[in-house]
Each structure stands twice: as C-alpha cells, then as structure tokens.
C-alpha cells in the first residue's frame, strides 16, 4: 500500500520502517524538521534496537516530508501517531490528534478519491467516534464510512523491543467505522505481520476500551506479583521466583510480567491504569481493581528505599544502576531507577548512579546533588549499598571485584549469582525471604 504516518516519535518511525520493510510505500510527516530530516538521510529520528538498520535498508521505499498535503495525496492511508498526554485528570488530551485531524481533513478536501484515516495514537473511549471523526469530517467536507474510512489502531509493543513486536504481535486490534475500512487494515497486517496474530475487528469504543483493558490486566498482574514478592520479603525460606514459576504454570495464569521485582514505568502502563480509574470514576463505576494497582505500584519505591536505608552506614552512599524504565531504552517515564534517586535524594541520601543508555536523559530530570557514574564498576565501586533497578545485560557482568569490600547489594530482578559473588559481600534479592539484618544506621 501507499502509506503516510503522522508522527515520526518512539512508535511511529518504527511504524514507517516496518512497514517499508514490508514492501509499502511509506512517507512520514512530523512537525519536527529533524526528525523528518533524519529519515530523508536515512537516519533514526529515535533510538530504538534495529531501527537504524531498518531505515537505511528501505530508503527507496521511505520518505518525510514537514507537508501534510504531500504525504496525503501521495497515499491510500494515514496513519496519526501523535502524542496524547494524560491530563491531571488522568484523561488523555485529544489536542494532538485534533491538531493533525484539521490537517488532514484540508488535504483530504483537495483528494478526489476515497481514503482511509488510522488512528493509533491512545485515547479515552468515545474519542474516535466522538471528536476524531467530526473534526476529519469538518474539516474535509466528508463523510465517514463513505467518502472516506476510519479506524482506531492502537498498537501493542514495548519500547526496545518495538520492530519485534509490530512484526510478531498477539493480536492486531481494529475499530472501525465500516468493513471496507477494517478489511483493508486486516489485509494490510496480514501481509505485514510473521506471527498470524488474532485479528479482532469491532466498533471504536470497543477498541478504546480493549486497549486500554488490556494495559490495566497487565498491570494488575505486575503488582499482584509484587504483593506477593512483598509478602516473601519478610517470609524467611520464601522466594518469589519460585512461587510465580509455579503459579504462571496453570494456564489461566501464564508467566508473562509475572515477575514479583520493581514496579512498572514506562509512557505506557502507568497512565493507561490512571486513564481506565478515571474513565470508570467518571461513569459512576468504581475502579477499586485499578486504583489498587497503582497505589501498590507507588509503594514499590519507598519499599525498595526503606531495605536500601536498614542497610546504608552512617553517611554511606548509595549506588542505582538502572535509570531507563526497562533494558534497551534510554526512555525514563516513571523509572523506579529515577524514582529511588529522587527519593533518596529527597531524604539528604548520596546517591550515584549508572545506566548504559539513560544517562542523559536522567541528567535532564534529575537536577542537584546525583553523581553520575562513568561506568557500571564505578557505580558499583564507590557505592556501599547498590540497587540494581533495571535488568540491563550489561550489569549481569558484573563480578565480585567491582564492587566495594563489605558492600550491600539489593538485586531487585535476581540477575547476578550469589556463586560469582564473594563471601564478604551481601547479596539480597528483592523478594527473597531472608533473615533481616540489624538496621545499621538510617539515614532519614
Ligand atoms: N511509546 C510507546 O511505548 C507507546 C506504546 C503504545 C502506544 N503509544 C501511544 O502512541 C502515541 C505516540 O507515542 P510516541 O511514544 O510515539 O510519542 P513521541 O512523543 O515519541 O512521538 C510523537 C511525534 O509526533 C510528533 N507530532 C506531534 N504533533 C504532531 C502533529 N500535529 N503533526 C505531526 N507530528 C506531530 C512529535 O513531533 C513527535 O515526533 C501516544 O498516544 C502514545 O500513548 C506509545
């Protein structure tokens, strides 16, 4: 197909270069003239594993322009993957999506032809049908479902592993506003995707409503297994990992992000459970199930801070490795890396901290008094305590010599081995019950 994608951010370049892969051909439109710059040069406009190589091997068949007209004419769809930030409400603001949809709907008065309009940006339910389709259709002077198509596509991934997940999905979720519409965008991920994903076609509000259902399970999930790694802290003999694995055996559970370690960051996660409380709040629906989750996610960091301060001597300092809210991103939304700096920072704490991808976007958020490690071995070196935060491939190299004589070490994901460590050092993993240590000092 002949494809045009608004927004060239940390999903929809990959978007582009994925669906150039496939043999369409793509041209992406941002109002950001670097990031249209970088693909017209055939270079990532945002990090993201694979990306690179992607973009430059389907130059001939990816474009950007800063013209929406351009972009619309020269194609049989558009894509709109703008941002939508949550609002102190916790509801998601449409101003980005109206803002393209003005645009759109100009360049589409100006096409003789039918097109179809596929937003896969986030919002609240009742937006695509309630604000997305009037604006295209004021704006273009046509009418939905006859002079042109609209559905609601949200995609499914994780940043880091983006490509992966656009090209292996579960699932491919379409709300549609006629069956011309879904058809094609099935069609179009059916030669796109490798993985034969489940195709489920329904009505916009339907869609709004599974995206945002399925983030929330998920989430439910993770902080139903940190209760439980909460639980197994103070167990002495219990060990989370060992009851999830058995726990995720029984098919009506699964082992996916049934991981009882830190809480969940992201742009994603957070703000989606926050938008589905507020969503029920506001039908007089109550949303105990989702309130709970995040409030048990909030706990994570002050949990984590309290077994970090119990072992921190007088004046001690601490050490954070991991700032990006998840390995193989530089992205830090809602990091519990970030989250514990801040904390501990906040308690007068010294705090250093490492991360192989995070650091200069940590420099940006956390002003003050972190040091900045150059190095893993430094971090972990010069600190007393040290909190592996993020389950980086980088720090399961780590051995026993990089890490000061008699230090303490909280390994919240279990990825370093007790058996390369050395005898002298404490290595406690976080949702492992283990006898308690006498505090040493607190330093609150
Ligand atoms: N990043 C994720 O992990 C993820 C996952 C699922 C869903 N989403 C959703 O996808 C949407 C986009 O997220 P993102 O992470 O790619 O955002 P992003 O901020 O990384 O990128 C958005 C891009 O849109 C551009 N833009 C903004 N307004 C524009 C306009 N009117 N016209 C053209 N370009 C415009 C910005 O310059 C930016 O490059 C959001 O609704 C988000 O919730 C993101």
Redesign the pocket.
């Known amino acids: 197909m002949k494809l045009s994608i ?7 370049s990959p978007m582009a270069a994925v669906m150039a892969h496939k043999g369409n051909q793509v041209v992406g ?4 003239p670097a ?1 249209v710059e970088a693909i017209q040069s055939g270079l990532p ?2 990090n993201e594993p694979g990306l690179p190589e992607m973009i430059q091997a389907n130059r001939d068949r990816l474009t950007a322009t800063l013209s929406y007209e351009e972009a619309i004419l020269a194609s049989d769809a558009t894509f709109i ?4 930030p949550s609002g102190e409400d916790g509801r ?1 603001s449409m101003r ?1 999506v109206l ?2 949809a003005e ?1 759109i709907g100009a360049a589409l008065r100006k096409k003789s032809g039918w097109h179809l309009v596929v937003l ?3 919002v609240m339910p009742g937006c695509t049908g309630g604000e997305l389709l009037p604006a295209l259709e004021e704006h273009s002077g046509k009418k939905a479902g006859v002079d042109f198509g609209l559905c609601y596509n ?6 880091g592993s983006v490509i992966r997940d656009m090209l292996r999905p579960d699932m491919i979720l379409i709300g549609e506003s006629d069956a011309r519409s879904g058809k094609i965008l099935e069609d179009l991920y059916t030669a796109v995707c490798e993985s034969n994903p489940r195709i489920q076609r329904m009505n916009f509000v339907n869609a709004e409503l599974t995206k945002l259902s399925v983030n929330t399970f998920v989430t439910t999930k993770i902080s139903y297994a940190n209760m439980l790694a909460q639980v197994c802290d103070t167990l002495p003999g219990a060990d989370v990992d060992v009851v999830t694995t058995a726990i995720g055996c029984d098919s009506r559970i699964g082992q996916k992000y049934l991981k009882g370690a830190l809480g969940y960051g ?3 996660f957070p703000r989606d459970n926050v938008a589905f409380s507020a969503l029920a709040r506001a039908h007089g629906v109550p949303a105990l199930l989702a309130e709970a989750t995040d409030a048990l996610n909030r706990r994570q960091i002050p949990r984590l801070a309290d077994a970090i301060l119990a072992r921190l001597p007088e004046g001690g300092t601490v050490g954070i490795l991991g700032l990006s809210y998840k390995p193989d991103t530089e992205v830090i939304d809602e990091s519990q890396g970030v989250g514990l700096a801040r904390h501990l920072l906040g308690l007068g704490v010294r705090v250093m901290v490492y991360d192989p991808a995070a650091m200069q976007n940590t420099r940006a958020a956390l002003n003050g008094s972190v040091e900045f490690a150059s190095s893993a071995a430094e971090c972990a070196g010069k600190s007393d305590v040290v909190a592996i935060t993020t389950a980086w491939n980088e720090f399961k190299q780590l051995g026993a010599g990089a890490f000061k004589p008699g230090a303490t070490v909280l390994d919240c994901w279990r990825i370093l081995s007790r058996a390369t460590l050395s005898a002298e050092m404490t290595v406690l993993y976080l949702g492992e019950g283990v006898p308690e240590l006498p505090p040493i000092a607190v330093a609150r």
């Open positions: 608004i927004g060239l951010g940390k999903l929809g439109v941002d109002l950001n990031f406009p945002v993957i703008v941002p939508t998601f980005f803002s393209a645009k896969s940006s986030t949200p995609e499914f991934i994780a940043l992201g742009p994603c």
